[in-house]
Each structure stands twice: as structure tokens, then as C-alpha cells.
């Protein structure tokens, strides 16, 4: 069974600040995604990465996937209160490629 | 011009009925889902259809029924309900079945078993 770990689970900054989360496995993905879950709505693609090492950036968002397509990380430069939400990372790898295995949940509160 | 729906949005019922959940996607992809979320947020596939073809199947109870009549639609019956079967659950759709492939989620419906 593949597991996919975030941490931390919770995190509570002040606006301006950065933050890193961390969405760990033993396993290797095909493609790692983020998603960011808003309160009362499903899940919202952020980024797709497929190649080792590779790291794309959306703004003041930077994800990086690991060399070894076990583990991604999402980096937020200048955190603001509109990046409160869920984050969740989700792996695509052996098996069905479209089934996704999701991450344990990262909770980011952002306030003024 | 909502792309993915759910029906209902709520639902709250007693143990041991039954009850369906209704999914419909505009958006013209081939593959549907069924995800259960838990109180504790964690996400979990439950089935999917390609093409009306199950090709997803989770290690669900058979009291959880999934049907797609057409591709644009998928729809989740469960029987018996129980107390463990109160979460959210989210419908979601892709254009196919490819490795990295952007998921739709629907709205979610929260069911409440009492």
C-alpha cells in the first residue's frame, strides 16, 4: 500500500511569513500533485510534477519533486490569508495510473 | 455552468436506510470517481468509471453500490447505512485515465448517519 505523510499537520502563521510543507513516501510516484481544499468545496489542482528533481514554481508557490519521485515539498514565500486552506499531495504510480493515493493533509491558517 | 455537481449537498439519515448520491459532470471526460473524506480530512478513493466501465474498486462494503447509466454521470448507492458511514463524500472527474491527470472535484456531500 502506498502512504503518503505530510507534515506537519497543522500550521498557523502571520501573514508575510514563508513556510515549507513536506509530503513524504517509501514508495515511487509516476506524478505527484497538490491540491488546496478550501473550507465547504472539493479539492483544487495547484501543480502537476512528473520528472525527478523537477521544481515549478505558481507565483509565490515553489514545488519541488524529490530526485527519486518519493517525496515533493511546497514552498509559500509571503504567506497571505487567501493561501488558508487544506493542502493535500497526491501520487499516481503503480496499478491504474488515474488512481490517486493522497497525503495525510497539511492544515495552513494564515492571519493578519 | 458548474462542472462538477453533487446532489445532495447535505444528507442526514438514520441507520440503516438507504440512500443515493447523485454525481453529473459537464465537462465532456471519460472517467468518474467516488472519494470518501473523513472527519480527520483524509481522502480516499473509493471507486472509478471509465466509459461506464468499472475500472477502480476500492476495498469498500458491498453495501456501497456505484452506477454510471452514461459518462457524464455517476451515481453512489448505499445500503444499510452505519454510524462509520457519516463523512464527506466528493465525486470528482478526468479526461481520461493518464498519470497526472487534473482531477474536478464536486462540491462534496456531507452525510450525517444517526
Known amino acids: 500500500t502506498q502512504l503518503l505523510e505530510q507534515s506537519p499537520q497543522f500550521l498557523s502563521i502571520q501573514e508575510g511569513e514563508n513556510l515549507t510543507v513536506y509530503c513524504n513516501s517509501s514508495?515511487?510516484?509516476?506524478?505527484l500533485q497538490w491540491y488546496r481544499q478550501e473550507p465547504g468545496e472539493g479539492p483544487v489542482l495547484l501543480v502537476t510534477?512528473?520528472?525527478?528533481?523537477e521544481v515549478k514554481k505558481l507565483k509565490r508557490l515553489t514545488f519541488q519533486f524529490g530526485d527519486a519521485r518519493k517525496d515533493s515539498s511546497l514552498h509559500i514565500t509571503a504567506a497571505q490569508p487567501g493561501d488558508t486552506g487544506l493542502y493535500l499531495c497526491?501520487?499516481?504510480?503503480?496499478?491504474?495510473?488515474?488512481?490517486?493515493?493522497f497525503g495525510t493533509g497539511t492544515r495552513l491558517q494564515v492571519t493578519l | 455552468d458548474t462542472a462538477v455537481s453533487q446532489t445532495p449537498k447535505y444528507l442526514v439519515t438514520q441507520m440503516g436506510n438507504d440512500k443515493s448520491i447523485k454525481c453529473e459532470q459537464n465537462?465532456?471526460?471519460?472517467?468518474m470517481y467516488w472519494y470518501k473524506q473523513d472527519s480527520k480530512k483524509f481522502l480516499k478513493i473509493m471507486f472509478s468509471?471509465?466509459?461506464?466501465?468499472?475500472?477502480i474498486n476500492e476495498t469498500v462494503p458491498n453495501r456501497f453500490s456505484p452506477k454510471s447509466p452514461d459518462k457524464a454521470h455517476l451515481n453512489l448507492h448505499i445500503n444499510s447505512l452505519e454510524l462509520g458511514d457519516s463523512a464527506v463524500y466528493f465525486c470528482?472527474?478526468?479526461?481520461?485515465?493518464?498519470?497526472?491527470?487534473?482531477?474536478?472535484f464536486g462540491p462534496g456531500t456531507r452525510l450525517l448517519v444517526l
Open positions: 470528482a472527474s478526468s479526461p481520461g485515465t493518464s498519470w497526472g491527470e487534473t482531477q474536478y
Open positions: 465537462l465532456g471526460h471519460d472517467t
Open positions: 468509471y471509465n466509459n461506464k466501465e468499472l475500472i
Open positions: 514508495s515511487v510516484f509516476s506524478s
Open positions: 510534477v512528473v520528472t525527478g528533481g
Open positions: 497526491a501520487g499516481s504510480g503503480a496499478g491504474t495510473a488515474s488512481k490517486l493515493t
